[in-house]
């Protein structure tokens, strides 16, 4: 007969109504009674429970790991903490293994107090309060390896002479074992710590989650010890850790490069990295890059080294970034000559930096050619703080001097109205005033008008960038989740530029003026550069232009305006060749910023002029700016002028392919004899072809070489900044495959 209820034949048959439950369904059991029923069900399944997680002598575990776990459970069931307390061990491997009650045995400091009862202690300083929590326990749980597969238990003891702690999440919250015991919660906390959240926002998340603080087994400091816990991981191991990423990023980059230098005790001194996006970018926007070295928080001490420039939208992107034992100038040509090679040849036009003495010599040895700024900002600044008496005393002074500095259009008019102003304040004997005049061909804007700076006359964007890593790193940070997060950081930067490559693409921003030269800037310019120079449009309305000669020379006189008491000059020349289309102003705007001036748009606007000559049109801040970038390596690479880049290209378009069919002949013998063969027949080819020995470069040779013969082994930096030593070896990657190394 089948147990299940016909609910139709009840409905149908002789039974009353009021004899059914409403709740149940069923005749002659009220609710009240099945609740009776579950209840007693449930007290059963509590005693089986609690049976079940009772361990006994002759019970097995698959692992040693298993059975942690289920003790543990059983622990914090019953309200204790638990630790492993020995293991034996034999040629096989571990044999047994026991596990204890946290408080078993007695703590040193109890010890010493049973030994010395009485005794007055004849330190000097006062010791810090600590507690006991060790009470000689006997419980435990011992478990030995049957069969060399199967754990187990031989004996167990489960006597506590000390209070068990009761069973809320509250109060077992502290017990040692319980903390973090789920690898999920642990990747949550490794996954929020790489996003720089606090330890304590991190716990108030993971509460929020849980319903509440007293539904979590750890506190705030299980955060920060989990944390330090996966710092202290790569100690010893931090740059083998870094290498091992950076060959990884290799193999997915064909590109990427990185660089090494060593000390003779085989530690790490120098690390530079590029990925393989900055050196192509290098070579549509490396005509300005700014280097700085102000930020050093890492746990060894090392300055980090960003190379900057600034892209088609003016924002910021990383062009390589090394991080330095020592700020040398030995050490700094090594890093030029590394981040030379890295950028395939090619010197920017321009750097800025800040006054460092060893840097600025560097500089001359390894980018001759190169024009070499100091930071005005860094100078200001630090004037703020030599002169800040001097500025109490003299309330305009400060602003008289910015104006000098930034309004003289030419050398002869900035050391003139300089002289002027030292004159009139009598400042003839200040010494720091003294010293920036001294200075003054290294950083004041009027000895570089002629120079392209892309709008960068300050080291402001590393600054930025300095207050931003700030943001994410620590004097804790080591130099594998350094260059983590670093990567993340420039991550972030491509997809900025790409999300403003598509709103420049998809959407058009408003004119504001009825010039038809405003339409044909709006059609060139990325959105970001197009607002600057309708903001160059909008000044151009406060001059006025007054005709030297006709198609050749004009002046633009701009009013003054007498409330904002702010001296600027009076007039600018701008010189017309219209059969050339070249509008030159003696402000030196377009040659300096790469856009033209208000007071050469004037003159275009009064001439009528409908369209910007393409000689203005610099293609670098132009929507198509980064097009080359984008393409393939195997197109890229017809149109490299440079032959490194050349080489570079190809080796890029031809790497995926070589190591994937070396990952395929790798899976059978069959297959890898066929490839192994087939590709020596294709070596002796190619090196008769182009890879003849008696034509190869030198330095490729003795790379080759070392490739073959040499293990470089590194070790990690000291814990502190170590100045540079006299003897050093390096190690720098090749553009082609990099060989692995083997480190401790």
Same mark, same amino acid.
């Given at each position: 007969m089948s147990d299940d209820v016909d609910f139709n034949s009840i409905a149908t048959s002789n039974t009353h109504i009021e004899d059914i439950d409403p709740y149940t369904g069923f005749e002659g059991i009220q609710a009240d009674d099945c609740v009776v029923i579950e209840e007693e069900e449930d007290e059963d399944e509590e005693e089986k429970t609690e049976e079940i997680l009772q361990p006994y002598v002759g019970m097995e575990f698959k692992s040693e790991v298993e059975a942690y776990n289920f003790y543990n459970s059983y622990g914090g069931y019953k309200g204790f903490s638990i630790r492993k307390n020995s293991r034996n061990s034999s040629s096989k491997g571990v044999t047994s293994v026991a596990y204890v009650c946290s408080k078993e045995g007695f703590s040193k400091r109890k010890k010493q107090e049973s030994m010395n009862l009485g005794n007055s202690s004849n330190r000097k300083t006062p010791e810090k309060e600590t507690w006991s929590?060790?009470?000689?326990?006997?419980?435990?749980?011992?478990?030995?390896?049957?069969?060399? $597969?199967?754990?187990? $238990?031989?004996?167990?003891?489960?006597?506590?002479?000390?209070?068990?702690?009761?069973?809320?999440?509250?109060?077992?919250?502290?017990?040692?074992?319980?903390?973090?015991?789920?690898?999920?919660?642990?990747?949550?906390?490794?996954?929020?710590?790489d996003q720089n959240i606090e330890s304590s926002k991190i716990l108030a998340y993971i509460s929020t989650l849980e319903g509440g603080k007293d539904n979590i087994p750890f506190k705030r400091k299980d955060v920060s010890n989990l944390i330090a816990m996966d710092t202290a991981k790569l100690l010893g191991r931090d740059v083998e850790t870094t290498l091992m990423h950076f060959q990884r990023k290799k193999e997915e980059d064909p590109e990427f490069f990185y660089a090494i230098d060593v000390d003779e005790d085989g530690c790490l001194k120098?690390?530079?990295?590029?990925d393989g996006r900055s050196r192509r970018a290098y070579l549509e926007f490396g005509d300005v890059v700014t280097f700085d070295t102000t930020y050093n928080t890492n746990m060894y001490s090392m300055p980090l080294a960003p190379f900057i420039g600034v892209n088609h939208h003016r924002q910021s992107i990383f062009f390589g970034m090394a991080l330095l034992r020592a700020e040398t100038t030995d050490n700094f040509c090594w890093l030029f000559q590394t981040w030379l090679k890295a950028m395939y040849g090619k010197h920017p036009l321009s750097i800025i930096t800040d006054q460092d003495l060893a840097m600025k010599n560097a500089i001359k040895i390894v980018f001759p050619n190169t024009v070499h700024r100091c930071c005005k900002w860094h100078v200001m600044r630090k004037a703020k703080e030599k002169l800040a008496s001097l500025y109490g005393l003299l309330p305009t002074?400060?602003? +008289? !001097?910015?104006?000098?500095?930034?309004?003289?259009?030419? $050398?002869?008019?900035? +050391?003139?109205?300089?002289?002027? !102003?030292?004159?009139?304040?009598?400042?003839?004997?200040?010494?720091?005033?003294?010293? !920036?005049?001294?200075?003054?061909? +290294?950083?004041?804007?009027?000895?570089?008008?002629d120079v392209f700076f892309a709008d960068m006359s300050a080291t402001q964007r590393s600054e930025s960038m300095n207050a931003l890593l700030k943001m994410w790193l620590t004097s804790h940070t080591s130099i594998y989740k350094f260059v983590m997060k670093i990567d993340g950081m420039i991550e972030s930067i491509w997809q900025s530029e790409s999300d403003e490559d598509l709103i420049s693409m998809d959407k058009e921003p408003h004119l504001w003026s009825m010039y038809d030269i405003e339409d044909h800037a709006r059609e060139a310019y990325t959105k970001r550069v197009f607002r600057e120079f309708k903001d160059l449009l909008k000044r151009s309305t406060l001059g006025k232009v007054v005709e030297k000669q006709r198609d050749v020379l004009y002046e633009v006189n701009i009013a003054q305006n007498p409330k904002k008491h702010i001296w600027v000059p009076e007039s600018y020349v701008v010189s017309v060749d219209k059969e050339n289309g070249t509008f030159s102003c003696n402000c030196k705007g377009f040659e300096f910023e790469g856009l033209l001036c208000s007071h050469a748009l004037k003159v275009m606007c009064n001439l009528g002029i409908e369209q910007l000559p393409p000689y203005y049109i610099l293609k670098r801040w132009c929507k198509n700016a980064n097009s080359e970038i984008m393409k393939p390596v195997n197109e890229r690479s017809r149109g490299a002028a440079n032959s490194q880049a050349l080489e570079m290209f190809r080796f890029a378009a031809l790497y995926p392919k070589l190591n994937y069919i070396g990952k395929l002949a790798s899976k059978d013998d069959r297959v890898f004899?066929? $490839?192994?063969?087939?590709?020596?027949?294709?070596?002796?080819?190619?090196?008769?072809?182009?890879?003849? +020995?008696?034509?190869?470069?030198?330095?490729?040779?003795?790379?080759?070489?070392?490739?073959?013969?040499?293990?470089?082994?590194?070790?990690?930096?000291?814990?502190?900044?170590?100045?540079?030593?006299?003897? !050093?070896?390096?190690?720098?990657?090749?553009?082609?495959?990099?060989?692995?190394v083997e480190l401790k």
């Open positions: 929590s060790r009470t000689g326990c006997k419980a435990y749980l011992r478990l030995k390896l049957i069969k060399g $597969v199967i754990w187990q $238990v031989t004996k167990f003891q489960d006597d506590h002479n000390h209070n068990l702690v009761p069973n809320t999440s509250a109060k077992r919250r502290n017990l040692q074992s319980q903390k973090l015991r789920t690898d999920n919660i642990k990747q949550i906390i490794s996954h929020l710590t120098h690390i530079f990295w590029a002074f400060k602003t +008289e !001097m910015e104006l000098v500095i930034n309004y003289s259009l030419t $050398v002869s008019d900035f +050391e003139t109205r300089w002289v002027t !102003m030292i004159e009139k304040h009598k400042l003839k004997d200040n010494k720091h005033l003294s010293n !920036m005049y001294e200075k003054r061909s +290294e950083w004041v804007p009027a000895y570089f008008r004899n066929i $490839v192994e063969a087939k590709l020596g027949e294709l070596l002796s080819q190619v090196s008769q072809l182009v890879l003849n +020995e008696c034509n190869q470069p030198a330095e490729l040779q003795k790379s080759n070489e070392e490739d073959q013969t040499h293990t470089l082994v590194v070790n990690d930096p000291p814990l502190f900044q170590c100045k540079g030593r006299k003897k !050093m070896c390096d190690y720098i990657s090749l553009d082609g495959p990099v060989p692995i």
